[in-house]
């Protein structure tokens, strides 16, 4: 070959580079931009997690609480969404708490992105949308759909192996960035274990009396449509099943498992007074028997591989073509919450939660996300 003709190969390298450079500069950008909250009529103020654990100001991981006050005293309730920023029920669950709930007694205090920097990247490897988009009658309503951990570059590197620093559970070196595997946190720990600690200071601080972590699992999984329970919440949680039963929303309950340490129902219900509950929904982006993993499967739940799963028996929960869309998964876990404040009410009369204006599930399955999502001035 010509020193012409490397020249120009050469050239045609260089500019296929550059293109895959501005591209990837594109989807970093997008990533990087924060989603809109809207703060709901309930809202009386918005905090930081870093003022409940110094160590958390001016990094990645500090992250706002919306705080919606009742006029009436009672107790305080946290509910946890983002942990997981891959499972977009649990965050659009919190953000129509923020956006429609107005307590009437007592205190709700939700923290939408509770691992903010998992919603800075996605899944590469796993071809993950980077977010989708909600329909309103006003416009449309863009979030991120981040990454199950926390991004690496505000923690890196990840070891070998990973040692849960209270317990001596021994995981692999990637869930060092799970924020459900590094609770209760340490103050001299990696950024995901202060974050932990700073969810776990909050809860202290402020004497939260239930707390309510929200999540997604594969339809394969065991644990799914599922209630997970600290013992101590645990005679809450069955009266919750119980009711959600009579109701018609099949949901399971589990204890939560004494040797699986850094989880929230196991580490805040050992560390702290609250009372602490887990909450799982039924997402085939979650699991392995998928097919494309893009927006249309995050917001319809709707895959040819898990109906014929289903079809084998290989599944934990009811699939068929009508898949488990993003109404469905968001409305049940609004609709366990809006549960779990009457019977804690019930229970422990002398510090009560009552919230109105919760979207329950034939609310959101009737008239869709978009109908309880503000517009941003």
Known sequence: MTWRGNKATAGIILAVALIIAYAAAQSFLVMAQDDVIVKGPGVSEIRMLGEYFS???????????????????GGRALVLGGTHPNEPSGYMSAILLIENARPQVGELWVIPQ??????????????????????????????????????????????????????????????????????????????????????????CQENIDLTIDLHEASPEYPVINAIVA???????????AMNLQLDGINIGLEPSPANLRGLTHRELGDHTDTLAILMETANPSQGRLRGRTDEALALTGKDDGY???????????????????????????????????IVYAEM??????????????????????????????
Do not use: C
């Open 55 to 73: 160590g958390l100001k001016n990094t990645a991981g500090d992250t706002e609480i919306y705080i919606l006050r009742g006029p009436k005293p």
């Open 114 to 203: 509770s691992n903010l920097t998992g919603f800075t990247h996605n899944d590469a490897q796993e071809a993950s949308p980077q977010g989708f988009t909600i329909p309103t009658s006003w416009g449309e309503r863009y979030f991120r759909y981040g990454s199950r951990a926390t991004n690496p570059i505000n923690q890196w590197p990840d070891p070998d192996i990973y040692i849960h620093a209270s317990s001596g559970q021994r995981l692999s070196g990637s869930e060092v960035r799970n924020l459900n595997r590094a609770f209760p946190g340490r103050a001299d720990g990696n950024l995901t274990e202060k974050i932990a600690l700073g969810i776990t200071e909050l809860i």
């Open 307 to 341: 109906v014929k799963a289903a079809q084998l028996g290989r599944l934990f929960v009811p699939y068929d073509e009508g898949g488990h869309p993003l109404e469905e998964r968001v409305g049940r876990h609004l609709t366990s919450i809006n549960e779990f404040f």
């Open 348 to 377: 422990y009369p002398e510090s009560p939660v009552t919230v109105e204006g919760i979207p329950l599930l034939w609310d959101i399955e009737k008239n869709g996300l978009g109908a309880y999502l503000l517009q941003p001035k």
């Open 230 to 240: 600290h013992e101590r919440a645990m005679p809450m949680a069955a009266s919750v």
